[in-house]
């Protein structure tokens, strides 16, 4: 490939978003610096952004608590949801002014934990009747629709990121509504299914611009996966059966298919985890608690030898 076809490669896959202007300006100054180890400077101004968001909502935030008594419904209305619209609106503007920088996250970030918030705010200020948990559903459901659209319209992670938290928030609530009688069980139930999308939709967009996403995805996806389904083994005959299938499957997967060293460590545990249940359930009594002990112990060396071997040899490049 000549210098015309991988600049015009390169220029496609930056109008359709695969490769993002800050992907792209973050690996030029990754090759520039050389082996210097001094930090890049996109790194440099990454870190400063994030230390300046930070401090720009803890002051927000305190501003709003000193304040708040004496505000009124307006002005409650105003420095909550209406700053995190004016806010967003600005990270909006420098992701389309300004789009090889990462100064709009910066504002997007600030927005984005003054929006939900205010949001709710605003329904209280209402005067809304909490009788049942609908107003707070649908005013959730809105604030996921906005970061929807804007994921869709600007493709940057942190986007996807509010709109996985509220699209989160969003399905619990929809369980409470629908379900108002609902037990511990069918919210299991829905952390494993949450748990599980999370897991799908990090392999299927992996290689695109939500690559920076994939890690986090990887790890609460099946934290909330497996953390949901060990708890149902005490109660449920079914999962109790079913668990160490889906934890071996789970290394299995992220070996084969994610290619993903955390997911894998987090299976690992989920054998463990059970291993250690099965032992103290059914063994413990039998045969002493000192006699499962010694074979609890050789059973979590064999495992985590197992999974250390599997990530040698299969997840050698894996993050």
């Known amino acids: 490939m000549n210098n015309e076809e991988l600049l015009a490669e390169l220029k496609a896959r930056l109008d359709s978003g695969t490769i993002s ?15 210097s180890g001094l930090l890049p400077t996109t ?13 720009i909502t803890l002051g927000v935030i305190y501003l709003v608590s000193q304040l708040w008594d004496d505000l009124g419904t307006f ?11 004016v806010f967003s609106g600005v990270g909006s503007w ?18 984005g934990f003054l929006a939900p918030g205010g949001a709710l705010v605003t329904l209280d200020e209402m005067g809304t009747s909490f009788d049942t948990s609908w107003p707070v559903t649908l005013t959730i459901g809105m604030v996921f629709c906005f970061y929807l659209l804007l994921t869709w319209y600007h493709r940057k992670v942190l986007l996807n990121f509010f709109c996985f938290a509220n699209g989160t928030a969003l399905a619990y609530l929809l369980l409470d509504s629908l379900v108002p009688s609902a037990d511990g069980d069918l919210y299991d139930y829905l952390t494993m299914c949450i748990g599980a999308s999370y897991i799908i939709y990090a392999h299927l967009f992996r290689e695109d611009w939500n690559a920076r996403l994939v890690p986090l995805l990887l790890f609460f996806g099946p934290i909330g996966f497996y953390g949901a389904g060990f708890a149902q083994i005490f109660d449920t005959v079914l999962m109790e059966m079913l668990y160490p299938f889906l934890a071996f499957g789970g290394m299995v997967l992220a070996v084969s298919l994610l290619h993903s060293r955390l997911a894998l460590s987090i299976s690992t545990f989920a054998v463990i985890a059970y291993i250690i249940y099965f032992t103290a359930e059914y063994f413990a009594d039998s045969i002493g ?15 985590g030898y197992f999974s250390i071997n599997l990530n040698r040899k299969y997840l050698k490049t894996a993050n």
């Open 21 to 35: 202007h800050a992907q792209l300006q973050a690996a030029i100054s990754t090759e520039g610096s050389g082996h």
């Open 43 to 55: 790194l440099v101004t990454r870190l400063l952004f994030v230390i300046g968001a930070i401090f």
């Open 75 to 85: 002005g409650r209305v105003t420095i909550t949801l209406g700053l995190g619209v």
């Open 94 to 111: 420098f992701f389309i002014q300004d789009p090889e920088r990462d100064i709009g996250n910066v504002f997007h970030a600030i927005g």
């Open 289 to 303: 608690w000192p006699i499962a002990l010694i074979l609890l112990g050789f059973a979590i060396i064999g495992i």
